[in-house]
């Protein structure tokens, strides 16, 4: 019965461990939609006439780094048991 409780102990462990490591996953894509804005704010003040592409490869690297922290939030769902 001690096993079972020891058990169930490390597992809830384990499942706790899995959101803090999302928590500290999630820093990657923050940092990249920080510099992926910044840099595309810096890009439309040297270069005003053509913010209609800047705002398109904007869109497209936000897209990016946020597809990643959308994996990392479905992973814990497709592994954990």
Do not use: H, W
């Amino acid at each position: 019965m001690s096993a079972t409780l020891e058990l169930a102990a490390v597992t809830g462990d384990i499942k706790a461990l899995g959101s803090i490591g999302y928590g500290l996953a999630a820093i990657g894509p923050g940092i990249g939609v920080g510099i992926v804005f910044g840099k595309g704010t810096e890009a439309l003040a040297r270069q005003p006439e053509a913010a209609g592409l800047i705002r398109a490869n904007q869109i497209l690297g936000f897209a990016f780094c946020e597809a990643l922290a959308l994996i990392g939030i479905v992973m814990p769902f497709v592994y954990g048991s």
